[in-house]
């Protein structure tokens, strides 16, 4: 089974979660999106992105699904079913078209902009951006001053799905620093080696 990532939001997650269930992966680093590599990469994933996960003749994309399989493999109480499968189908989406999309808009202007030598800042963007973000940010930080982890009494997929961006907190300039519970439950993470640095070792 081989796991394709590179180092941004979404592949990060996919690694981390591989990391964390110790899933027998073989980790491939990729740039999915180098015009020398689209082509080739497109018979694995039509959208040149990563993560993807190979099983044999099967190729799974989109973060969540290969979280979804790695659990079912190795430690399916990550990904609840039953009763806390909603919760967690909640978060998961939450975080998708809320939380992790307000965020996404630091990122792109504050990590990825720079890096393609594009250091000017659309200001509307982040004006806009801070909004939602503040929005979004308060509902989190509301639910976790109540518990310790987003779904039933345990760390599942859904910690690691809403806290996508805040490994890149400081990088994109996330506002987050009036957020006291969202600040202890992602230092709760990163006390795990595999949120902390999950690329640890990896080439
Ligand atoms: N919806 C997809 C998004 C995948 C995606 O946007 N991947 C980006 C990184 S966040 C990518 O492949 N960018 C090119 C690269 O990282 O080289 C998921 O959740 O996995």
């Known amino acids: ?21 110790e899933a027998p992966v073989e980790f ?34 989109e973060t969540d699904a ?12 990550f990904w609840p079913t039953g009763d806390l499968a909603p919760e967690l189908q ?8 809320h939380f992790t999309r307000a965020a996404s808009v630091f990122y792109w202007e504050f990590v990825i902009k ?5 250091p000017e800042v659309d200001t ?12 979004f940010a308060k509902v989190l930080d509301d639910t976790l001053a109540t518990r310790p982890w987003l779904v039933g009494s ?14 890149f907190a400081t990088a ?6 009036g957020y006291g519970h969202i600040i202890e439950w992602h230092e709760r993470l990163c006390r795990l080696p595999a949120w902390r640095n999950p690329f640890d070792g990896l080439p």
């Not at 497109?42 to 992105?49: E, K």
């Not at 720079?114 to 594009?118: D, E, H, N, Q, V």
Request: hydrophobic share 40%; glycine share 6%; with cysteine.
């Open 1 to 21: 089974m081989q796991l394709y990532f590179s180092g941004n939001l979404n592949p990060r997650v996919a690694v981390a979660v591989a990391r964390y269930l």
């Open 28 to 61: 491939i680093r990729a740039s999915p999106r180098d015009p020398r590599h689209e082509d080739t990469f497109r018979a694995i994933n039509p959208n040149t992105l990563v993560p993807v996960l190979v099983e044999g003749p099967r190729t799974l994309w």
């Open 66 to 77: 290969i979280a979804c399989r790695l659990a079912t493999l190795t430690q399916p109480d």
């Open 90 to 97: 909640m978060w998961v989406s939450w975080s998708t078209h």
């Open 114 to 118: 720079p890096l393609l030598g594009r």
């Open 124 to 135: 509307q963007a982040i004006r806009e951006g801070t909004g939602e973000f503040h929005r």
């Open 154 to 167: 345990r760390l599942t997929y859904a910690d690691f799905r809403v806290a996508t961006a805040l490994p």
């Open 172 to 177: 994109a300039k996330l506002p987050v620093g």
